[in-house]
DNA sequence: ATGCTCCTTTCATTGGTTGGAATAGTATTG
DNA sequence: CAATACTATTCCAACCAATGAAAGGAGCAT
């Protein structure tokens, strides 16, 4: 890799390519190189994906692992350390959220006995912060600590819904993405989705791929009145019909924003305008 | 670090007391900052803690920022990050058993109703992986992403019980810690006690405090046959009783394994000595 | 006004960081 | 079994990113 074929001046010893980025960077670059496909890699791989020499690799690892961030396993590999977990559990909008939300998301749960899923947004994607699913239940194409889009999920919609007007309307400037299985809207469609969506306070969507499932989501306030997540249940397509699970999502997803402190303003019927 | 006491020369312009420790530590020492008590810190708090310069930490905190693994606050203060989080949830004996475990965790939490627990061994204590518990459920001193004690907790007893030999023969040579609540074990004691974890299975502990309560713990093992984890109920004293517990708890332990890829050897009856 | 704390920017100094080269270890191939 | 190819690790001289005192600015209390 950057090996530059035209060394103008005769280098004395060596030249150094792409010297100069943060140490903390590389550091994190390396990080960032573990996915869901990738949880154990060996040094040349991690300095291969990260783009750095070996040597260079090798000497952040053993910060890396020396710390927590990382472990070593018998075979010489690296994988995310527990000690990294450790620290993570104690973001507010991962584990923080999770925490408050968990026993509402088992209620549902065992209610409906389908996947119930808690996301929070980052930049332009849904997090998964939780998936309770039994093991016989359907496929589902996400998994916690996984994204998922915004426009074209109901757990995506919500909080696109929920987002500021400002990040809306970049997202709905840019084009349809065209993911298999979903109907992709056009922008006004899509705008009209999104008021619907706060003004009910619940997101539907039929998917095809990889199953046929319908999804219904509902948002989560603080006490603040944003939207920090969003709950959701997906059922298969054609099992308990939507209008069905609505009310149940919307109250379990209420039971977790008044245990974060929110406080709705009018109790009876539906709202027609949120806060914000 | 590595401060030398003679300075034969007077330094010219101040001196740089702690200088010398690598940038990867420092920016982790900031991470390491964050605890259960500490998840929203500002920079001048940050810095305190880490003991370091200001410009420093704020220098190393932009780049944390940027890439995700602290994100900051309207008012100004830090919080760990979602990414941190998303990269975390890559480890292996973090996520990775959590995540096959999960569905068995919720069969026993939806049988019993009680505290269900996960935990995996991080060099002399026992990292929580997940909990389960209702709303309504009696107090328990442990949280997820926390620690808790090998010697003195049942979920901690099976992972003593696992460990490889060496490590075992260091705790057991440590002084008791006298925690409160639990009677603490004599060596002797100790070492029946975990032979008998590795003959039965389970390991059983009562706790006055914060409340009377019973653990029950069974292990998890991997396809090599090693404790990875370690899975436990906690229940009010005086409730469902120990010898009924156990059973189950055994039981869904062993399915997890299953799921690992662990295959008993034998079938029938109680094994007298696990592999290792 | 004065003092205080916290956040941020600047900049000359320097020690931690760097990566090519060399060595050792391991697996695969002919 | 040598040859090949790969990975992992150690070494070290060059050098630039990292450093933190100093100073400026903002907010708040006295």
Do not use: C
Not at 46 to 66: E, H, N, S
Not at 77 to 104: D, F, M, Q, T
Not at 110 to 134: F, K, M, W
Not at 220 to 246: C, E, H, K, R, Y
């Amino acid at each position: 890799m950057t090996v530059t074929p035209e060394t103008g001046t005769p280098p004395t010893r060596g030249k150094r390519p792409k010297q100069g980025e943060p140490v903390i960077d590389r550091a994190l670059s390396l990080l960032a190189v573990f996915s869901d496909r990738r949880r154990a890699l060996t040094l040349s791989e991690l300095a291969r994906y990260a783009d750095m020499p070996a040597p260079t690799a090798l000497r952040l690892i053993a910060r890396l692992v020396a710390w927590g961030a990382l472990e070593r396993l018998d075979d010489g590999r690296y994988v995310v350390g527990v000690r990294l977990w450790e620290v993570a559990s104690l973001s507010p909008r991962g584990h923080g959220v999770r925490e408050i939300a968990l026993p509402y998301l088992e209620d549902l749960f065992e209610v409906t006995r389908h996947h119930v899923l808690l996301a929070v947004r980052d930049n332009e994607q849904a997090v998964l912060i939780e998936r309770l699913s039994g093991k016989d239940a359907t496929e589902v194409a996400y998994r916690v600590g996984g994204r998922a889009p915004l426009r074209s999920t109901a757990i995506g919609l919500v909080l696109l819904a929920g987002a500021d007007q400002q990040f809306q309307e970049t997202i709905l400037k840019r084009p349809p993405e065209n993911e298999p299985g979903v109907p992709e809207m056009p922008e006004g469609q899509l705008r009209r989705t999104l008021s619907d969506v706060r003004r009910t306070g619940i997101a539907m969507i039929r998917r095809t791929v990889p199953s046929r499932t319908v999804s219904v989501a509902s948002p989560v306030f603080d006490a603040q009145g944003a939207v920090v997540a969003s709950l959701s249940i997906v059922v298969p397509d054609g099992s308990t019909p939507p209008n069905v699970l609505a009310p149940a999502v919307r109250a379990a997803a209420r039971a977790v924003s008044r245990n974060l402190g929110y406080q709705a303003e009018a109790s009876a019927g539906v709202r027609t305008h949120s806060p914000g």
